[in-house]
């Protein structure tokens, strides 16, 4: 059985720099200069994340990222890695196309729930940015939505046509007990 740790990483100094350093999965945190206050409290708060996190870093940036940020990041790294004798290869331009109009899509798509579902108080500027991001209705949760409502109205069997699901299992995410209904079918059938 392998052992355990139970150290916790190191508040260093970083010689050249006097900084106070922490490293936390092979990665450095500079934290403000070495000994001081605002240096120790910056190492609780990223020990107490780390150790909050199972001992490994929060990866929150990456779970936040949007379709757009997505295919942007795509197109920087095609571009450098699609290259031939430092000139970008079709591969590269390619790549740019088929991006395009599914950015196109998903800004559609974006744009008509933000005007189906508007806030509940007028917002604008950065505080209007912040409630779309936090409301954000995706196809998925637009599809999902419409198959419960199908489901509620007409049965999982209209819900599994409806969305176009070729086997039922698929569709059993949808389904729903439903006490008032089997009373009914149980008064009917005895």
């Not at 070495?34 to 107490?48: M, N, P, Q, T, V």
């Not at 007028?122 to 419960?148: C, F, M, V, Y």
């Not at 599994?160 to 009373?183: C, P």
Request: hydrophobic content about 35%; some cysteine; proline content about 5%.
């Amino acid at each position: 059985m392998p052992k355990l740790t139970t150290s916790h990483p190191k508040y260093r100094k970083h010689r050249a720099s006097g900084q106070a350093i922490v490293t936390l999965d092979g990665r450095d945190f500079y934290l403000g200069p070495h000994g001081s206050r605002a240096s120790k409290l910056e190492f609780d708060r990223l020990i107490l994340e780390y150790l909050a996190n199972d001992r490994s870093l929060p990866r929150e940036e990456e779970a936040s990222l949007t379709v757009a940020q997505v295919l942007n990041k795509y197109r920087k790294f095609a571009e450098r890695y699609y290259k031939k004798n430092g000139t970008p290869t079709s591969e590269a331009y390619a790549i740019k196309t088929i991006i395009r109009p599914i950015r196109q899509l998903y800004g559609a798509i974006h744009r008509a729930c933000d005007v189906a579902f508007p806030p509940d108080t007028p917002l604008e500027g950065d505080a209007l940015k912040i409630w779309q991001s936090e409301h954000r209705w995706s196809p998925n949760r637009l599809r999902h939505t419409r198959g419960t409502e199908v489901r509620k109205q007409f049965g999982l069997e209209a819900a599994q046509v409806i969305l176009g699901h070729s086997v039922a299992n698929v569709t059993e995410i949808y389904a729903e007990r439903d006490a008032e209904k089997a009373r009914d079918v149980a008064r009917k059938t005895g």
